[in-house]
């Protein structure tokens, strides 16, 4: 009996268990859907929670606000209400009286068009201004470019917001949809692409917010997403109208603006009722019109917006007009300041001026404060749950999580474990970047830094006029230093191949390796010089280099080539312009090889005896604590990123190539120089706690078992090395 | 006819001048006068502005969660509305139906009870908190020892909110009114001082809200203020829950906690009704019930909190209870969850466990966020206006305020000249810190630094046993990080001499002549030695300097004593322990004197080579760019603060000191060592900028020009020493 029971116990789990995934599949497609609880599909749903309760008489207030204001801005004599007879069109009227309200764990769609380095980081600025506010799950539906959705994919991934979806959309492939249309404003082709939308985005989707990568939330979006409820049947974009005189046509003379109800409407915030717009069949009216007005407009100045508006003076029924605080706009020569100057709530900022932030307005100070605020905010501090919600797939695997739950707080290692377990927050090619042409024998030059050494970058550029992939570990309002530090360098603006990536700071420790492996993952040559960023490479390294890949055949040879390394304790160095001067500085004293006071057995292998008189590369023995600056091929081993802080985390990587029998070939011409600094923190955390290096010790011994397990008794040499020492 | 129509114009000038004067005391004195626009003194005022009509249904609804929560937690059964047969008293109903609310520019008050460094970096993220959600003028009344006084009063004054007022109450003129209670809660003598603050505060103060330091703001606290209206007549303190079982008694066997309804309410978040409490002789009142149950209890373990609740069990009409998501209580074994776990608006988090952030908790990642977005938030962005309510005192002086708006932002010296212009946010004595005790001959070490020479700071207490003074140039997140380093470190935890003085970072260049304006005016010393932070003193350098300021009686005579300077380009120096050691490694070109290869002029006319051989002090004069570190009485002449970045920030000051006559007495047996490090960032800018440098040269002028007029042709010298070179 008690096997056939538990078979049938089985099999009505099994079925629960289907039932689930279903349901759970449901919600992924689903707009209406609660995440983690079902609720009443809106739009007048009572019981709210506490705090939601703000709805009905701000609804009204609302309202009143609204036809006031529209009336005080001369708009209102034009309303389609009181013209075009329609019987069901109700100005900002909401159609149902009772309370409408967006439910605990209500899911809330968003959609940016983002395309580029530069709109990428506009965006997590803004991202970060909704999560603040937010009380709600939310699915963010982007449409990108390649470089877009290479940015993002990784920043959202390494972000792990509970609570957060993501949905990547093809931008090219949305292109053809628009590129018929002549346009001059300079959005380019991605601001025409919301008008592709409700196309473009699942046809499950029955709803979404349509934003600017410029606007930035000071409220809940959730605020916003309510207003919905309150769209009449016929009703289908919600939009704030426009805060400039542009669609009246008096700005200049001949200004010819295209037609628009009165002031016209502000496209950078949109609720767009996809379900409705399918069913009015939106792509033929927008696309008419268009046509239509291109006979005499010959493009659009201010992308979709135009067409927006011709659409939208053609059927006056189709739109919700919004509260002005949903849309400031800081436009040149705005008339924001009637709408903010009353209002104690302010909703959303639009940068909607060319100059952005630089825009003059006699309170710019308070709005780029606000800014500002997200701009800097530590992203990490979002990755906060929402009680009683789902959280999605976004959350970091439940092994970290478990992991990390399972250190004991009391281990003196712990700040090493932690490190490792943290998964860092990334945003690749965080400035503009191009790729270097694919060349068989191309070199990247590999290296990470922290603010510190922010001064080495224009010297670095100086030295090598190659392709480099740089990993920088910086909090958000570092990230803003170095961006205006880089913007404000000649040096740095004029290099397109160099690409900086940003790795977020958590936890005590320097995360050495683990930036190593994000700049070598986005090495795009064949090849990568692993180097750090306190060496300047001789000025012919890059050509000798390629030139050296190419002699000796590396893409047949197992190999890492190593590059000699010295060091100066001068702050000013004439840095050595041949092998010849090199050595005469040497012989000098003004330069040493590298760690020659403090460290020699790291570099001893390289033979710097045999250097000075070799004319052609030769190969060098691994030994104990070796770790050269050395090039080998992108597809190397990775670092181990257990290595944090200071100690041993390159000589892990040596000896690992070693034991995937790389050859070590030292180049006779190449050589780098180590410039002077203070100690950095975790050096001076080495020397003086007896702690960190015991936990160092309890990591190598980790590595080496781990070696062992994956090479066999070929390792066993490192660990007999070590212990020789 | 025009003359005598003019007087009468400026008569009616000046009466009107009078009587805005007159209003604004008036403002200052009153709690229920809203600043900047006169409004209706509320409860039930109405037409209340968008945004505030949330107000009707969240306090049914309120009510009606709160009458829920009572119930649930089995509290109600004993609710004196039901028990006392008391008509009046209206438990959690609003008195009169209509909206309560807050005006939109009406000024509410704040009172919390601060002592000591600790506590005083807690009160502004409290205040930050507060001040990021707030809509409304602000004044905080602060009851402060000396300590936090000091601390506090400089930082308001220097962060300089908008509508934000502050004043101060003497904390030891108020402890002879609680010294009598004995106390056993960490919060000593300090939590009992709450009782008095009916007393304490002005008596035309009528309302305030009284907050722990230990307090998050989640929230905009006119919501909170707001529940003032909803008191019955005879309610007077406002109060949460307690979210433990404390009060129950049934903790562990023979707990006995003081008396209290049910489970007893916490007094970290507090709605006084000042007016009605002095009213209802509160301060008999209290008195009275702690006399009484201190026959039998002995102490207060919970200082205050244990009294209002004996008074809140003898009196039980007094409170009104508010919502549990005010005062979220985040101790050890907390039934908060039960609170937060529901409410999706979060209200304010209370860390009253003595582990503070370290309490266990399954959700405390969640709530350590939201209070490490406050701590690491940027304090200079919480400068924004209220739109529409007058400024108050707090702000930046016009002048100051008219200056930075006439600069033109394209001209090149403009960063510059604002960052000469802005006003630092400054934190004194960040750590504890206790003043030396005086003595005629004492000698405080004054540097600045940045968070990249945080490593110095170790090495610095090793060389310099006596007091320092260093200011700290920090955003707001590096302050935190300078604080866990600081806990962090034994050698900089062991003492209490050092003060650190938070300077908040503002704007791109490093404001070092304003940085060491703060450490020398916090030195306590008659005498101060005016160095670098990368300088390491020789061991003997606080005794040698002590006993030659008595020796050469520095009280009687205008001289400023010389340390000579050398430098070592090693990361490693065997720190010489005498003059000898140091002249064998200057021999053996271990050690240079200061800045010999790349500036010798800053220090030659220390004259090393008479130095080599002197066995007593020497007088040399001063020269054009002589820039030695020098020991000079307190209240020397302060730095010149137009001197930004790099160059020339010293040289001035030497300048100065020579212009007032000091003379120059170099010490035989003083030296300091500067360790190597990298050039910092300012540096880098000053060599590749040519505008930089053109800026540099103007700031000189301009400050010959200003030597000119305050010494007359005494000052000519120095312009012609600058000509010839």
Redesign the interface.
Known sequence: MLPRGRGRLKALGAGLLLLLLLLSGLYLLSGDLAYGRLLLPSPCSRGA??????Q???V???NR?LREELRRWGALGRLPSERSGERDVTWGRTACSQ?PTVG?CELLHVAIVCAGHNSSRDVVTLVKSILFHR?NPLHFHLVTDGVARNILETLFHTWMVPSVFISFYDADELKPEVAWIPNKHYSGIYGLLKLTLPRALPPTLARVIVLDTDITFASDIADLWAVFARFSDKQVIGLVENQSDWYLGNLWKNHRPWPALGRGFNTGVILLHLERLRQVRWEQMWRLTAEQELLTMLATSLADQDIFNAVIKQYPWLVYPL?CSWNVQLSDHTRAEQC??????LKVIHWNSPKKLGVKNK?V??FR??Y??FL???G??????L??CISGPQTEPSQTRQALVELEEDDACYEFRQQKLTVHRVHLTFLPYEPPAPHPHDVTLVAQLS??????L?ALCRHWPGPMSLALYL?D?EAQQFL??AQASEVLSARRDVAYHIVYREG?LYPVNLLRNVALGQAHTPYVFLSDI?FLPAYSLYDYLRTSIKELSLATRKAALVVPAFET????LSFPTSKTELLSLLDA?SLYTFRY??WPRGHEPTDYARWREAQAPYRVEWAADYEPYVVVPRDCPRYDPRFVGFGWNKVAHIMELDAQEYEFLVLPEAFAIH???????DI?RFR?SPTYRLCLRTLKDEFHQDLSRRYGSAALKYLTAQRQL
Chains 1, 2 share one sequence.
């Open positions: 929670p506490a705090g939601l309760g703000a009905v008489r701000a009204e207030e609302e606000q309370q605990k009380k509260l903010y100057s009353e209002v104690s709530d309170h100070e308070f404060n606000l500002l605020t800097e905010y530590d990490n501090l979002l990755r906060r749950e009680f009683g603010m510190d050494r922010l001064q080495m224009e909090s309002a205006h530090f005590p306190d304790l001068r702050y000013r004293g006071h403090v410039l002077p600094h203070a100690p950095s923190l001076s003086s």
